[in-house]
């Protein structure tokens, strides 16, 4: 009995390992707002929002494949010229929301068990606990994130599909 216990614990180990997480950024240059404080597109960006998808869909999904196209990125708030000097600020307004959507297909092996299409919005961006230091630049759509991978990817939600 304790040896079907080591044997089982191995291959989810082997099964974890073997997961690949995959995100591709579908023409960024035409996404609607990767802009930096000084008004210039960040493509750099991209990598923070790229490494944040990874690590929800390892943590959320284990041992499967993952493949996420990002087709648009609109972050929070609105770079604009600000104050007497006109200093490029990104000022955060409710109607600035940030928004993310993409598509993504998840395998096990050759199997394609869930392919969707999701836009993210966080109409409340502004409220709220973000669980993120103030100083990250990505925290409202990190939040954002973390929240259509709780909701998706739920145990309840798996058992009722």
């Keep these: 009995m304790k040896y079907r216990w080591i044997a089982l ?20 240059e035409k996404f609607s707002d ?3 404080n000084h008004g210039f597109k960040r493509l750099e960006l991209l990598q923070d929002i790229e490494a ?11 041992g499967r494949d993952v493949r996420i196209n990002v087709t648009d990125v609109d972050l929070a708030g609105e770079v604009e010229p600000f104050g007497r ?3 490029w600020l990104r000022v955060m307004r409710t ?13 096990e ?16 961006y ?4 973000y669980g993120y230091a103030g100083g990250d630049a990505l925290r409202a759509e990190k939040r954002m994130i ?13 058992v009722a599909r």
Excluded at 9 to 28: E, H, I, K, R, Y
Excluded at 52 to 62: D, F, Y
Excluded at 126 to 129: M, N, S
Excluded at 146 to 158: I, L, N, Q
Aim: hydrophobic share 40%.
């Design 9 to 28: 614990s191995l291959m989810a180990v082997a099964a974890t390992a073997s997961a690949d997480v995959q995100v591709n950024f579908v023409q960024p």
């Design 34 to 36: 990767i802009k930096d």
């Design 52 to 62: 944040h998808l990874v690590q929800q869909a390892e943590k959320r999904l284990p």
């Design 85 to 87: 000097h006109m200093q």
């Design 95 to 107: 109607v600035t929301l940030p928004t993310i959507v993409f598509n993504y297909e998840i395998r």
């Design 109 to 124: 092996g050759d199997k394609v068990v869930q392919q969707g299409e999701a836009r993210l919005r966080d109409m409340n």
């Design 126 to 129: 502004q409220d709220g606990f």
């Design 146 to 158: 973390d929240r259509w991978f709780k909701e998706e990817f739920s145990p309840k939600v798996a």
